[in-house]
């Protein structure tokens, strides 16, 4: 496997924190000029990855207060935030290794860096992305099994897959931190003269919460703003925060010396700080916490469905019997 230092995801896809809000405000604002254009944020993509603007049943010069609401970039975000959780679950679902489940989180961070989800509904491109990332791992599970497996028509997902690969412009090689942090608890076993078994137990003990860490992390912005190793000492951190097996300071002076000697502490520790900084900030979104989020969404994307539902609201008010929507 290529090296870190020299890949694409060091190169290209390591940005500022600037830099990613810059990102979804631009796409935020495109999709908002689209509904305004349109009448709808909807794009309508073939298999080859070629896309337009769906054209809205409605008038697009409709009157503002006819056209559906577009989603704030803080709405936007809890959207993702909700999809990410869910493709740990999906990849919990199909037993798929940890290295999957991280690497269709990269290709799903890095999709909404270039679109909004008012444009790509991200339960497609979730899908879409963890089938890309079993072809990248060679695991490869087929695009009808996935669809069966959660109730997915599967054509979505192969309808998706080169419009997911053209946005990640063909950078399908990234980096998790899991690899690195086994590295760093084989290490720990010299550091810490791990020789009897309670040691070694505790270590592992140490391991497994530190995955978990991880975990978190790969749900973060971190894996956009830092390189895996400092997410892998984050976990580690946290890992050792709850265990206190070993002296971590004392440990990352010894990591400094043996791999990155250029490094001062100082910066290590700012990063690792600012890491677990945004995991303390992490969402974990219900599907409750969503629901009026998503169906902001869905009129976007088919303001037809907008329609039909004031309508039933309206009877509803009127004395009908028919419930409100709740899709």
């Known amino acids: 496997m290529a090296d870190f230092v020299t890949s694409t995801h060091k190169t290209k896809w390591i940005f500022t924190p600037q830099d990613i809000k810059h990102k979804y405000k631009v796409a935020n604002h495109r999709a908002k000029q689209a509904l305004e254009k349109y009448g709808t944020t909807r794009m309508e993509v073939d298999i080859d990855g070629s896309f337009s603007y769906a054209e809205s049943q409605n008038d697009a010069k409709d009157s503002a207060e ?43 961070k890095r999709f909404y860096l270039q679109w909004s989800v008012m444009e790509h509904h991200p339960k497609d491109i979730m899908l879409t992305c ?71 137990v505790a270590l592992k003990g140490s391991l497994d ?26 976990a580690l951190h946290r890992a050792n925060a709850a265990h206190s097996i070993f002296d971590f300071e004392r440990y990352l002076r010894s990591v400094l010396s043996h791999y990155q000697p250029a490094h001062a502490i100082s910066e290590l520790t700012g990063s690792i700080n600012a890491i677990d900084s945004l995991v303390g900030k992490l969402l974990t979104p219900t599907s409750k916490d969503v629901k009026h989020v998503d169906r902001k969404l869905k009129s976007c994307l088919d303001p037809g469905s907008h329609d039909k539902s004031k309508k039933r609201k309206h009877r509803s008010k009127d004395g009908s019997h028919e419930a409100t929507d709740i899709s």
């Open 209 to 234: 919460t530190a995955r978990i860490e991880a975990d978190k992390i790969m749900r973060s912005d971190g894996p956009l703003l830092f390189p895996p190793g400092q997410l892998a000492l984050t």
């Open 130 to 200: 963890i089938y890309a990332a079993c072809k990248a791992e060679e695991n490869h599970v087929s695009a009808e099994e996935l669809g069966k497996g959660i109730g997915q028509d599967h054509h979505v997902i192969l309808n998706n897959e080169m419009l997911v690969f053209q946005s990640l412009g063909f950078d399908l090689i990234v980096y998790a931190p899991y690899r690195a942090l086994e590295g760093f608890i084989s290490d720990l076993e010299e550091f810490c003269g791990a020789k009897d078994e309670d040691q070694l």
């Open 66 to 108: 006819k056209r559906p609401k577009p989603l704030k970039v803080e709405e936007e975000q809890l959207l993702r935030a909700f999809y990410e959780f869910k493709i740990q679950d999906v990849c919990d679902a199909f037993k798929f290794p940890r290295k999957i489940q991280a690497t269709a989180l990269i290709y799903f």
